[in-house]
């Protein structure tokens, strides 16, 4: 009889198989990406959470005018498909990410928005012939070098958003008071955030917290005149 050989259990791959250094790196990347995409999309949440707990009209109020866009149901569907809400709920609640960060991360892209979206002067409007693709030749190039260095600037500020902030070291010009209690800052404490909460209002409550925490940066780049508040688009019985 030919004996039994008794084998433990199967390694792991990614330690013993043919993955190089390089394709370690490449995971543990995509792991902090994971990491930070969910840590911010779970801060909106519980944003939303927030003000719909704390002012449903408003909530209400929000998500009816926005739910017609075609943003708001592409959001949706994609959200659905990435299984975003998988990504958010698995294990523990990550730490809330500050909102200067979020917003830090979003200003170009408005301020990018903001300016294709504008109506250009009447003078400005290029005039279509002959005479003006000499004239046009330069401004293109100078526009494609823009774009590019544009782009650059975006992809930076969602690496600063999605990656691990550097920690800060302390320097000679620090003028922190080591002999204070450790409680004793006098910096406004962030209010504490509700959980999110999983199921039907998952995406409504990212959609409340993105209008909340970047509202006030929308708001700043929304053009004159159109800062009237939509009417209430419930019809009256």
């Known amino acids: 009889m030919t004996p039994t050989t008794t084998t433990g259990p199967p390694a792991d791959p990614t330690v013993t198989g043919p993955l190089t250094p390089t394709d370690h790196g490449a995971f543990a990347f995509l792991g902090q990406v994971n990491s930070s995409l969910r840590q911010c999309l779970c801060t909106l949440a519980r944003h939303g959470v927030a003000l719909r707990r704390d002012t449903p009209e408003r909530a209400r109020l929000l998500l009816d005018t ?13 959200f659905d498909l990435m299984e975003w809400e998988d990504l958010m709920v698995d294990g523990e609640p990550p730490p809330v990410l500050p909102v200067e960060r979020i917003v830090s991360a979003a200003t170009f892209p408005v301020q990018w928005l903001a300016a294709a979206t504008s109506q250009a002067p009447a003078a400005a409007r290029a005039v279509p012939g002959q005479r003006t693709a000499a004239a046009l030749d330069l401004p293109l190039r100078l526009l494609a070098t823009t774009a590019r260095t544009a782009f650059l600037g975006a ?3 969602l690496t600063d958003l999605l990656g691990t902030p550097t920690p800060r070291t302390a320097t000679e010009d620090d003028t922190e008071d080591t002999t204070a209690p450790p409680h004793s800052s006098t910096q406004p404490t962030a209010p504490e955030l509700p959980p999110l909460e999983a199921g039907f209002y998952l995406y409504e409550d990212i959609v409340l917290g993105t209008l909340a925490v970047l509202g006030p940066l929308l708001s700043d780049h929304a053009a004159s005149g159109s800062e009237d508040v939509p009417s209430d688009p419930t019809p009256s019985a």
């Open 155 to 157: 992809a930076q500020d």
């Open 66 to 78: 926005v739910r017609p866009w075609p943003c708001y149901k592409g959001g949706q569907f994609l």
